[in-house]
């Protein structure tokens, strides 16, 4: 496995910038999740690391190699698409032995057997091995390509999006199947999602992609409790962090001009009041959304509240982030 760093890399299309002087280190054995909207940059990242666009500007360097004019199977990276790229002709096991199959890896067919028993058990493809690949639904597709993946011991794996056609049950036992083979083997992972949950549960750390550049690079928990800004702080958190104006409350900094309330930080009982105007049960929590100042927020509360719409509830901030007029936090 190897450290990723990326210098300085900028890529146009058509005249748009998709990336914009992006500078990033993927440490050796790290699980690295990039986080952003549609068009901040993340599969096109992917694809500078891969090989298969190359940047106008800058320098990719995987184990302390340059990669430039190297193709992607000189760089030795396994890539996962949001789309399935079986071949269709061949059954699940020929699909999953084909990496390993290559003249120049003269990997014993016993070691190919292993390999493939081992992954299909862990996707829970077992049972269809011997189904061609056209026979499967689009779930059990999407697995056989992560398998594809998995099955070789590349420099860094590189996945956009794997989990986004599962089902919700199967996405969860896979989010932790791929976390413990990312552990248990030192494997560098670069994963794009737009899934926050994904994020949190997997990633060793987050970079926090707005337009071409890096808003921020941490741990999950670091981005969380300590964002560089407001882009940041929404980009992690299920529901979002409530944005209100830094006025609506006291004790604000004077150049504040909003707040930042996660739904956790809350707190009832004392201070303003708000209106209950939606309570969401959601088993181990109940979610409150609230009418503040003619402002939405949510919050959250005792799993069994007695509280219904309509209701009056006392509000104050616990832990608030503050950010000036340009949407930057003030520590």
Known sequence: MAEVILKNITKSFAGHRALDELSMIVPDGSFVVLLGPTGAGKTTTLRMVS????????EIMIGGRSMRGLTPAQRNVAMVFQQYSLYPHLSVRQNLE??????????PQRII????????EILQISHKLDNKATALSGGEMQRVSIGRALVRNPQIYLMDEPLSSLDAKLRADLRIELKSIQAKSGATLLYVTHDQVEAMTMATHV?????????????????????????????LGQPRINVLPAELFPGAPANAKSIGLRPEHIAQGDGQEATVTRVEHLGDQ??????????????????????????????????????????????
């Open 98 to 107: 084909f990496p390993l199959k290559s003249p120049l890896l003269k990997t």
């Open 51 to 58: 090989g298969l666009d190359n940047p106008d500007v800058g």
């Open 207 to 235: 970079g926090v992609l707005h337009e071409g550049r890096l808003a921020q690079f941490g741990s999950p928990r670091e981005i969380y409790e300590q964002p560089v800004s407001v882009y940041a702080a929404t980009r």
């Open 113 to 120: 057997d292993e390999k493939v028993n081992t992954v299909a």
């Open 286 to 331: 109940t979610r409150l959304h609230l009418s503040f100042k003619k402002h939405n927020l949510i919050t959250v509360t005792e799993a069994h509240t007695a509280l219904r719409s309509g209701e009056i509830v006392k509000i104050q901030p616990n832990k608030p982030l503050y950010f000036d007029a340009a949407g930057m936090r003030l520590v």
